[in-house]
T-cell receptor, first 116, second 112 residues
Framework: KAGVTQTPRYLIKTRGQQVTLSCSPI?????VSWYQQTPGQGLQFLFE???????NKGNFPGRFSGRQFSNSRSEMNVSTLELGDSALYLC???????????????FGPGTRLTVL | GNSVTQMEGPVTLSEEAFLTINCTYT??????LFWYVQYPGEGLQLLLK?????DKGSNKGFEATYRKETTSFHLEKGSVQVSDSAVYFC???????????FGTGTSLTVIP
């Protein structure tokens, strides 16, 4: 079974540009979450999508947005890039089970974004 | 609100040494607790979990016990190997919803 895939793996942009990152979840997984990982802040939750709807959202500015398609693939977009947006962006998928107290998240390898 | 605090690294140990990485949490409800591991250049992998108080999660020689009275979930291993070198993250998930809260990570280097 293929794991979570993220494209591209590496990206270099300049301030003010926008960027779109893509995540393909494990087959059958309908929930996709996005995280930003930086050395100073660790892993911070961006948002979660389930059945094409944003279900949870972290404390990030509106420049960060996302969407999910009917095949559960997800994209996140960052507009007007700032130097501080340089980070590893991780996507995680899970298959919510009715009645389960938690849903194990499976992570992709991440997209390394560098903003110059 | 929910948060996770784990000991800062980096941690450097000799092979076969005992490992403890401290993790404490703050939660509004009854969370599930996790340890994830991240090897260089890879995403996070679930190492072990515990879903209720006094549960012990274990995997690959690592153990952690869910202590509600001290709001802790410390990671331990009796004898580390070079291959255990990685970054370890403590995390919690609320009893409802699918949002995870992670600690800042602890980098472990094991030297031969």
């Amino acid at each position: 079974k293929a794991g979570v895939t993220q494209t591209p793996r590496y990206l270099i942009k300049t301030r003010g540009q926008q960027v779109t990152l893509s995540c393909s979840p494990i087959s059958g997984h309908r929930s996709v979450s996005w995280y930003q990982q930086t050395p100073g802040q660790g892993l911070q939750f961006l948002f979660e999508y389930f059945s094409e709807t944003q279900r949870n959202k972290g404390n990030f500015p509106g420049r960060f947005s996302g969407r999910q398609f009917s095949n559960s693939r997800s994209e996140m977009n960052v507009s007007t890039l700032e130097l501080g947006d340089s980070a590893l962006y991780l996507c995680a998928s899970s298959r919510p089970s009715g009645g389960a107290r938690y849903n194990e998240q499976f992570f992709g390898p991440g997209t390394r974004l560098t903003v110059l | 609100g929910n948060s996770v605090t784990q000991m800062e690294g980096p941690v450097t140990l000799s092979e076969e040494a005992f490992l403890t990485i401290n993790c404490t949490y703050t939660a509004t409800g009854y969370p599930s607790l996790f340890w994830y591991v991240q090897y260089p250049g890879e995403g996070l992998q679930l190492l072990l979990k515990a879903t209720k108080a006094d549960d012990k999660g274990s995997n690959k020689g690592f153990e952690a016990t869910y202590r509600k009275e001290t709001t802790s979930f410390h990671l331990e291993k009796g004898s580390v190997q070079v291959s255990d070198s990685a970054v370890y993250f403590c995390a919690l998930s609320e009893s409802t919803g699918n949002q995870f809260y992670f600690g800042t990570g602890t980098s472990l280097t094991v030297i031969p």
